[in-house]
């Protein structure tokens, strides 16, 4: 069992900035990747970005390569996602995912946290 919990949503103009943050908890033992998702009203569920838990190395979307970026600190169970320069239709409910197996089906997710860019 894996309980994650999002934070740092908001409001935010155009252009400018917010940092996510995933807190982990439970069986974080042999954590094999964490993802960001995200949904806007009417649409279905995205990925946004993902990054492999003992390497480090990530993948993004490429809506938002070059603006976005997936880190995490392994101490402390905790993925971030820093967003720069956001733009509107990055307005959504994020929800952070994390996955103990290397098929990258994810299967504990957090509650969401609303992100909301005005123009």
């Known amino acids: 069992q894996v309980q994650l919990v999002e934070s740092g949503g908001g409001l935010v103009q155009a252009g400018g900035s917010l940092r996510l943050s995933c807190a982990a908890s439970g069986r974080t033992d042999s954590m094999y990747d964490m993802g960001w998702f995200r949904q806007a009203p009417g649409k279905e569920r995205e990925f946004v970005a993902r990054i492999r838990w003992s390497l480090g190395t990530t993948y993004y979307t490429d809506s938002v390569k070059g603006r976005f970026t997936i880190s995490r600190d392994n101490a402390k169970n905790t993925v971030y996602l820093q967003m720069n320069s956001l733009k509107p239709e990055d307005t959504a409910v994020y929800y952070c995912?994390?996955?103990?197996?290397?098929?990258?089906?994810?299967?504990?997710w957090g509650q969401g946290t609303q992100v909301t860019v005005s123009s």
């Open positions: 995912a994390a996955t103990r197996t290397q098929s990258l089906v994810y299967d504990y």
